[in-house]
């Protein structure tokens, strides 16, 4: 019966991994791969996750199906991530918002509810580059898909010019895609007025902005910065269309929690399009999953976890300070065994406590009574965030300590899990033959597969193809 069926081309990051894993040398390095990885090397389970874990096993709840279009307390605390607690768009339960599955799942339905239902120009215009994904579903669907100018290969960076340029010629009520944050595969992002002229031209248009959220609170480890562009826009009166994913935040890659929103006129018209979203999931795979998502609720809906998980930048310092000047946390260390006995005996490296109602983790203790150097807050993604921008830091030090003759400030500017190095498709290859190190062909590293044991490594083979 398939005799008919030609193969398929290979998936291009599959295939890496794939070769990676083949290799014997114990050099080898995965730079292809868009999953954050720990110091270790290791898939990481957020702390916050862990507990929400444990806390659902307590309920025991039953299998039974999920709604159609997911729970509504998950569907209102994702939204509400997105677009801010206070967005007026809740006021008015002018949104529509469904769980998907992940980031993908949301893509995948967004763009066909468009083919179906989206009454003015069917052509998406999509940055250049973007994820490989996008114009593979596009076409899947056999909706026209076109370029508008965003990276620039001279400077690294985000081409505003070019993007206003190419925007403000862009056929009026044709969809744009824009990446919330944290773009894949450039690691580029707009500033915030650079945002602001964006929204602006997409308005004089009449473009129809379709984001793709798939790493909120990667880009600067704070949820409510990365998420300045989706409501900006909505200040500036954009009814957007928005696809979230909790694979990358929340590491919860393999358990497809996700949402798609539309953002409507009034109430009326959202439990319209409501209507017919839910036909399209009936049909398709009639509804989502239960776990991720009641993992992702009770992390939002909890606020001790919502803070581990989310928790603020500043609170950090905020903490440093209190702690500086609150005599009850100088403690006494000993340092035979790693305790502070006059704080608590059992806190040792590593441990958990609250401090001000804030989970914080003791990450360092210093023997300097002054110098309060034990805890830091337990953010968890903040933790991921910095540890992937201190690589970059390494990277880009280890290349031009090595006296490389080219420009490397790209790498600390760029943001987010991926750094588009600007290595040609000869250097890369020279990378994975040479030195066993593993990377799409047109120069994006995954950054969270370095880590302090191989970041000298790797900084010194890019010193060696590109010297
Ligand atoms: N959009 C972008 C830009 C991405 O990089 C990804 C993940 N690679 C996704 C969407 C969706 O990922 P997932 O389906 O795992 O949520």
Not at 31 to 54: F, N, W
Request: glycine share 8%; proline share 6%.
């Amino acid at each position: 019966w398939w005799s008919n069926v030609e193969m398929g081309p290979p998936d291009v990051i599959l295939g890496i991994t794939e070769a990676y894993r083949k290799d014997t040398s114990p050099k080898k390095v995965n730079l292809g791969v868009g999953a954050y990885r720990d110091d270790e090397g290791k898939p990481y389970i957020l702390p916050s996750v862990r507990k929400a874990e444990d806390i659902i096993h307590k309920k025991a709840l039953n299998h039974e199906y999920a709604p159609i279009g997911g729970e509504a307390a998950y569907c209102d605390a994702v939204a509400k991530l997105a677009f801010g607690e206070d967005s007026p768009v809740f006021k008015n339960k002018s949104n529509c918002t469904v769980q998907t599955l992940s980031g993908t799942g949301a893509l995948r339905l967004g763009l066909e509810f468009i083919t179906k239902h989206y009454a003015k120009t069917k052509e998406i215009w999509m940055p250049a580059p973007t994820w490989g994904n996008h114009p593979q579903i596009c076409n899947t669907l056999n909706l026209p898909h076109k370029k508008y100018r965003y990276f620039d290969p001279k400077t690294n960076g985000f081409d505003l010019q070019g993007a206003l340029e190419d925007i403000s010629k862009i056929p009026e009520g044709s969809i744009i895609l824009l990446h919330a944050c944290a773009h894949n595969p450039t690691g580029v992002d707009p500033k915030q007025n650079e945002w602001m002229q964006l929204s602006q031209v997409i308005k004089d248009r009449k473009l129809f902005p379709f984001f793709d959220m798939a790493y909120q609170g990667f880009a600067t480890g704070d949820v409510d910065n990365d998420a300045f562009a989706i409501r900006h826009f909505v200040k500036d009166g954009h009814q957007v269309m928005l696809a979230q994913s909790f694979a990358k935040n929340m590491g919860l890659y393999g358990e497809r929690a996700g949402a798609l929103t539309f953002l409507c006129g009034d109430s009326d018209s959202a439990a319209k399009v409501m209507s017919q979203v839910k036909i399209m999931i009936r049909t398709m795979y009639s509804n989502p999953p239960l776990h991720g998502a009641r993992l992702v609720l009770e992390i939002l809906a909890n606020p001790e976890l919502k803070k581990q998980c989310f928790a603020h930048a500043d609170i950090e310092s905020f903490i440093w300070k209190e702690l500086a000047v609150n005599p009850y946390f100088i403690p006494t260390f000993d340092s035979s065994s790693g305790t502070v006995p006059d704080f608590d005996p059992d806190l040792t490296l590593g441990s958990e406590l609250s401090l001000f109602s804030i989970p914080v983790q003791v990450l360092e203790i210093n023997s300097d009574m002054r110098n309060i150097n034990v805890t830091k807050v337990l953010a968890d993604v903040k933790h991921m965030a910095d540890r992937i921008i201190s690589m970059r830091k390494g990277l880009r030090s280890g290349i031009e300590g090595a006296g490389n003759p080219h420009q490397w400030q790209h790498i600390t500017d760029q943001i987010g899990m991926f750094c588009f190095t600007g290595l040609k498709p000869d250097q890369v290859e020279k990378l994975t033959k040479d030195f066993h190190i593993y990377l799409t062909k047109d120069g994006r590293i995954s950054v969270a597969g370095i880590s302090s044991k191989n970041v000298d490594y790797v900084a010194e083979a890019i010193h060696k193809v590109t010297s």
